[in-house]
């Protein structure tokens, strides 16, 4: 697996040695075991299809945001708290590529959503949680008005094979009915008796 540093934000963060905040690492990890997925859940955009999980890994002082597809593992953010000294701790979140391949669904353009759009929520879910502010919404509409623009064509491309398998399915469904009624003796139009001896 390549491992990346995401977006913007978290580029300026990894640059400087991460985020530091003024708490304990035991608070720090306390607090950032509580950040959970719910500010980016349901995902945005054209990511409506990808489940996210959160787990909080306390071994290595680490949680992490989990996302598939039909249970093809599309990537994941690692955020670690490691202290500054006795009173701060130092946040620095990481992106991981997961193992299932581009050509699957859409798996290549949601990893660049998640790393381009959904990194800006990460980071922000885990800067306003440590620094007890609420989460900033508008930040939220303006990435997933872009995401939405940016997976427009492959949404649509979605809604013309579910159209295609539906009618596949419904073009199917009438050729076997229409081969168990020529299959159905009883189903014939003329009579299986013949009826001319009783005039």
Not at 46 to 72: C, I, K, M
């Given at each position: ?29 306390q ?12 995902l ?41 000294g ?81 009618i ?32």
């Open positions: 697996m390549r491992k990346l540093l995401i977006g913007a934000a978290a580029l300026l963060l990894a640059g400087c040695g991460g985020e530091t905040y003024q708490m304990p690492v035991d608070q720090a990890f607090t950032l075991s509580s950040v959970g997925s719910s500010e980016f859940s349901p945005p955009g054209g990511l409506y299809d990808v489940a996210v999980r959160f787990e909080s890994v306390p071994a290595d002082n680490t949680v992490q945001w989990l996302f598939s597809h039909d249970g093809d593992d599309l990537g994941r953010f690692i955020a670690k708290v490691q202290a500054d006795a009173t701060a701790s130092t946040v620095t979140i990481d992106y991981v590529e997961g193992s299932a391949p581009d050509e699957n669904w859409r798996n290549g353009q949601a990893r660049t959503m998640l790393q381009t759009g959904v990194a800006q929520l990460v980071n922000e879910a885990v800067d306003s949680k440590m620094e007890s502010r609420p989460f900033d919404q508008a930040l939220r509409a303006q990435v997933a008005k872009t995401l939405m623009m940016t997976s427009m064509g492959g949404v649509m491309q979605d809604v013309s094979a579910s159209m295609d398998a539906h596949a399915k419904q073009k199917q469904r009438e050729m076997e009915s229409v081969a168990a009624a020529e299959a159905n003796p009883y189903s014939a139009t003329a009579p299986a008796t013949d009826l001319s001896k009783f005039d």
